[in-house]
């Protein structure tokens, strides 16, 4: 039904635009995400989006302990309309509940900070397995919590007087590298499972076709009537 449902919806829009949809479902992954916690700025949370859409990330995940994750649409440029975005906000301690999640689904954890035992960026290992690499503030950085479950920590070095970047130019400069060497991976699969890309290319053509739901709608009705 849902391939049905594909090739329904499809007709609603042009060649050149879905050839543009299979173009980007071909560079997308979920391979490396990117988890942002209690980010409190709309300008650097619509930043990140941003950045993550243009490199190929298929999903992020926001962690809202005290402050709520805002996208501004002007800034963000509809990218929020092609990416998922996870949102963990109902328990006491929603960190956790992200670090759990993400191990469930085989991410190794992976903080983003000046720590100590950090990898620098270029030497960062991307074979050992799915990475979910964990961003905090400007103010504070990542929460010792994360500080303490962390399998790794990734550092990006850093040789002058300031001691940390704006969070969505340390997103860039993460996913620009990363993404860069493992799209050239002869070892790493990161591209999307199949049925992936069908539930993402249905996604996306929801948010492309106006009245879509009631297109759907109609379409189902007759499916079960026939």
């Not at 949370?45 to 649409?73: H, P």
């Not at 469930?104 to 983003?112: L, M, P």
């Not at 990898?119 to 050992?128: A, G, H, I, M, P």
Request: charged residues 25%; proline residues 2%.
């Amino acid at each position: 039904m849902k391939q049905a449902l594909i090739r329904h919806l499809s007709g609603c829009l042009t060649t050149e635009r879905l050839e543009l949809f299979e173009s980007k479902l071909e560079q997308r992954t979920r391979y490396l995400t990117l988890v942002l916690e209690d980010i409190f700025q709309p300008q650097n949370a619509s930043a990140v989006v941003r950045t993550a859409d243009c490199f190929g990330l298929q999903e992020i995940y926001v962690v809202e302990n005290r402050n709520r994750f805002v996208v501004d649409r002007e800034i963000a440029m509809g990218a929020s309309k092609w990416i998922d975005i996870m949102k963990f906000n109902g328990k006491d301690n929603n960190t956790m509940e992200a670090i759990t999640h993400l191990r469930q689904k085989g991410y190794r954890i992976v903080g983003t900070s000046p720590h100590e035992n950090g990898v620098n960026l270029e030497d960062y290992d991307l074979t050992k397995g799915k990475v979910a690499l964990f961003m905090g503030t400007e103010l504070s950085g990542i929460s010792s919590l994360i500080k303490q479950e962390a399998d790794e920590f990734l550092k990006i070095p850093m040789y002058g007087f300031t001691e940390s970047l704006n969070i969505s130019v340390s997103a860039a400069i993460i996913l620009h590298d990363l993404t860069h060497r493992l799209r050239f991976h002869s070892q790493v699969d990161w591209h999307l499972t199949p049925d992936e890309r069908e539930e993402i290319k249905l996604n996306w053509l929801r948010h492309s076709i106006k009245s879509s739901a009631l297109i759907e709608e109609r379409f189902l009705n007759m499916a079960a009537r026939s």
